[in-house]
Structures are given as structure tokens and as C-alpha cells.
Nanobody
Framework: QVQLVESGGGLVQPGGSLRLSCAAS????????MAWYRQAPGKQREQVAT???????NYAASLKGRFTISRSNAENTVYLQMNSLKPEDTAVYYC????????????WGQGTQVTVSS
């Protein structure tokens, strides 16, 4: 029933910026947290950034200072602002909604490709 739709990916040169969007089909405050993950070819999926219901955020240590997660409650949309992009940031980026009951499965979007290359 609940759907997440990511957008905003694409090709960008090193040092450039992109803003990813995740539009949710229901109130994002019905979830414990919203998060961004990414998966590069041949690598495991990794957590990028998380924003909890109360507004606190956390980031992967290697990304803090370059990436920023934010939300628009009125639009039920979560954003990931990515600055100073590097080739190693190339990955499929996924949005996820984490339920309050952690034994329930998280919801995932379809992913959006980010490619950082000259």
C-alpha cells in the first residue's frame, strides 16, 4: 500500500552536486525514521543518512559534511543533498521507511542511479 518513489539521480562530474527526492504515499511521521541507503556494483548496501521522526539525523562517517538529509512534511518527501561528489559515490541510491515496530519490514523505493564521472 505504502509506496516510495525516488528521483533526482543522474550523471554528474566529480565535485558536483545532486539532490535526490523520495516521495512517500503517506505521512512520513507514521514511521520511526526515513533513511537513504546506497549500493555500488559488487558491494554491500550501506546506510548513507537517516532522519528520525523527531528530526535528529545521522550519517555514515565518511559522508558527514558532504551529504545532508532533510524532509518536507507537507509534501511527504525526504531529500538527500549530495555535494562534493566523488567517483566512489557512484551507486544506486534507495529510500527506505522504517516502521515503529522494528520486526515489521521496512519499505523500499525502486532506487535511483547516481553516477559520478568525468
Amino acid at each position: 500500500q505504502v509506496q516510495l518513489v525516488e528521483s533526482g539521480g543522474g550523471l554528474v562530474q566529480p565535485g558536483g552536486s545532486l539532490r535526490l527526492s523520495c516521495a512517500a504515499s503517506e505521512n512520513i511521521f507514521s514511521f520511526r525514521a526515513m533513511a537513504w541507503y546506497r549500493q555500488a556494483p559488487g558491494k554491500q548496501r550501506e546506510q548513507v543518512a537517516t532522519i528520525i521522526r523527531g528530526g535528529s539525523t545521522n550519517y555514515a562517517a565518511s559522508l558527514k559534511g558532504r551529504f545532508t538529509i532533510s524532509r518536507s512534511n507537507a509534501e511527504n518527501t525526504v531529500y538527500l543533498q549530495m555535494n562534493s561528489l566523488k567517483p566512489e559515490d557512484t551507486a544506486v541510491y534507495y529510500c527506505t521507511a522504517i516502521p515503529f515496530v522494528l520486526t515489521s519490514p521496512s519499505l523500499w523505493g525502486q532506487g535511483t542511479q547516481v553516477t559520478v564521472s568525468s
